[in-house]
């Protein structure tokens, strides 16, 4: 994800992978309503369509979804002075 130079966003990397793991176990299409998912859709699209590919493929772990949210929103690069 590539942010302007001037902002950056605060991640809790642990409520965001509790939120998805939520939605890739929630048997229940209201999980599309789940708060997560406009998130996810005004900052990361891309990643909604990863939730729904890990669904669908029974996602069995919450280290798997724990991955992939420190890929992608994980350990962003600091900007050096």
Excluded: C
């Excluded at 996810?40 to 729904?52: F, R, Y």
Aim: avoid cysteine; hydrophobic fraction near 40%.
């Amino acid at each position: 994800m590539q942010l302007n130079p001037f902002f950056r966003f605060d991640v809790d990397l642990d409520e965001l992978t509790d939120a998805m793991w939520e939605f890739v176990t929630d048997p229940h299409p209201s999980r599309n309503e789940r708060p997560v998912v406009k998130a996810l859709d005004d900052i990361h699209p891309d990643s909604v369509d990863v939730l729904e590919a890990m669904l669908l493929d029974g996602t069995e772990e919450r280290s798997d979804v724990a991955a992939y949210v420190d890929t992608v929103f994980g350990g962003q690069p600091r900007l050096e002075r």
